[in-house]
């Protein structure tokens, strides 16, 4: 494990950048902008002005940015003990808390500016509301109670419906459905996640995986949530927003991941874990693509 850097050592201006880029987590901040932008796109009705599209997007990744960077404030002390977070700006000394703190309100004050002035209040609200579940109900709850993937899955689900609700201003079926899939596909990701990850989250005292843990309990319940996604697929062509071959897209796609499901409940192993977190990373972007190129 890394030890922090004396105070009294000046921090390099290209680690400071570096350093910067990971509290803002910017790979996932970039995922979660683009699920964002599905529901801004979903929601347009005739072409889409892009100047507003990249104002939105850049107050998103600073919302989420925020969110990552209040996340590592408060989890310093854990991600030192961890091997894949050990390097992270605050446990090496790259940032003081008093900066990190400065730089998280700044993104979000920003943030929310952007979306009052140049979208709706809906949207703030939304996007704030992200902030504190994230940064103050999920984060503490990691280490004390696997609900916690269930806390998350709600900020976790927001962006799409944000989206939406940027250019609708208006709550509904549409940001709602949104929503649901969101919802659902996170407890088979991050329940993953967490079975690979769970030697490294043990050494931190974080509690992801349901109370029975690696074992076939676990991956029935995965399964079950991805079964949940087949159906919930079906529901944007039911309700008129997109048309049939997305809908067979997206069943196709929920199905196949649904038999990666039946692989861990047969193995239990790390490999098809592992198996499942790509497959993921995979399900949701190519859904909602095709909701987008599918729009009615």
């Not at 990691?142 to 689900?157: D, L, M, N, Q, S």
């Not at 897209?249 to 861990?264: D, E, K, S, W």
């Amino acid at each position: 494990m890394k030890t922090n850097k004396s105070l009294s050592t000046p921090v390099p201006t290209s680690l400071k950048w570096k350093g910067l880029l990971q509290l803002m987590k910017l790979r996932l901040s970039l995922l979660v902008v683009f699920s964002a932008v599905i529901g801004y796109l979903l929601a347009s009705k005739g072409p889409v002005n892009l100047g507003m599209l990249l104002l939105f997007s850049l107050a998103g990744l600073l919302i989420t940015a925020a969110s990552n960077t209040i996340n590592q404030l408060l989890e310093k002390d854990t991600d030192a003990l961890m091997k894949r977070t050990s390097n992270r700006p605050l446990p090496t000394g790259v940032f003081t808390v008093q900066e990190t703190m400065m730089i998280a309100a700044t993104m979000a004050v920003l943030s929310l500016v952007i979306f009052i002035g140049f979208f709706n209040f809906r949207t703030a609200l939304l996007a704030f509301s992200s902030l504190i579940l994230y940064a103050f109900a999920y984060t503490p709850m990691k280490t004390r109670h696997p609900v916690a993937v269930f806390i998350g899955a709600i900020p976790g689900a927001l962006p799409p419906m944000i989206g939406y609700i940027a250019v609708s201003n208006s709550f509904g079926w549409e940001p709602g459905i949104l929503f649901a899939i969101q919802f659902v596909w996170q407890f088979p990701h991050f329940w993953a996640i967490a079975w690979v990850l769970d030697e490294d989250y043990k050494k931190a005292g974080i509690r992801l995986l349901p109370g029975s843990g690696q074992d076939i309990r676990t991956a029935f319940q995965i399964m079950m949530y991805t079964l949940f996604l087949i159906p919930l697929g079906f529901v944007p062509y039911w309700m008129g927003m997109t048309g049939l071959t997305s809908a067979i897209i997206t069943m196709i796609c929920g199905v196949l991941f649904l038999a990666q499901t039946f692989y861990l409940m047969k193995e239990c192993s790390h490999k098809a874990a592992r198996a499942i977190m790509f497959g993921s990373f995979l399900y949701l972007p190519v859904v909602q693509i095709a909701l987008v190129l599918d729009k009615v």
